[in-house]
């Protein structure tokens, strides 16, 4: 795909929401963690229930330590994987507290070493939280980048560097945003929504329907 589609493509998006965001709920960078934390393999919709009940009791490192781990599990319950997530949460608020003075860090080397946090969800708070250009690819991404041949890759670390590579950087900050929500509810899995797709005629997909 060349340069000038790409623009095109990323104007169109941002033309049509100019500024996205995620749709997990979330008031600071350490909720916005916790949410992340949960959301592996999950809904929003199913993660935003949980922790809607869950902040309003407990949204710092501190209270949730304090709630320990059965009561966290209490909130967790509804949302796959709850125990190991739990698990990983109750170890990283004891993290945030010894060496991050409660507070999350905005560095990926100091994300990744919090349990459970991978590259993707150091990503997402990178950027969400701390207004940070990255790229943090996951299933919709992934689908949407390789099928339009956006930035093709055989894995998601590859998709990540061509989209960092090759995104305008006016659309860097919130590309992922506008190609996760692109992927959810237009370019979907199944059956793409070729029909009511702001970018049909951008798009390189062969399959693509009329
Ligand atoms: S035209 Fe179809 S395949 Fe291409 S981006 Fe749009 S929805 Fe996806």
């Known amino acids: ?19 996205p965001t995620t749709e997990l709920v979330f008031h600071s960078p350490f909720e916005l963690l916790i949410a992340v934390l949960l959301s592996a393999q999950a809904t929003d919709k199913g993660v935003n229930k949980a922790t809607a009940k869950l902040f309003a009791v407990a949204n710092t490192p501190q209270a949730i330590l304090d709630l320990g781990l059965d009561q966290l599990m209490e909130y967790t319950r509804t949302i796959g994987l709850y125990q190991t997530k739990s698990k990983h949460i109750m ?4 993290l945030l507290l010894e060496k991050h003075g409660g507070e999350v860090p905005n ?3 100091a994300l990744e070493e919090l349990p459970g946090v991978g590259r993707k969800t150091a990503n997402v708070v990178l950027n ?16 949407v980048a390789n099928r339009m041949n956006l930035a093709p890759g ?4 590859e998709v990540e560097d061509k989209l960092m590579r090759f995104v305008p ?6 590309a992922h945003h506008w190609l996760i929500l692109h992927g959810r509810y237009t370019c979907k899995a199944q059956k793409p929504l070729c029909h009511e797709c702001i970018v049909y005629d951008l798009c390189e997909y062969k399959g693509k329907t009329v």
């Open 1 to 19: 795909m060349n340069p000038q589609k790409r623009r095109e493509i990323f104007q169109r998006l941002h033309d049509a929401n100019p500024n």
């Open 91 to 94: 170890q990283t608020c004891r």
């Open 107 to 109: 560095t990926r080397e």
């Open 128 to 143: 969400t939280a701390f207004g940070q250009p990255t790229m943090a690819v996951d299933t919709h991404i992934f689908r």
């Open 154 to 157: 055989k894995n998601v670390r």
């Open 169 to 174: 950087k006016e659309f860097l900050l919130n």
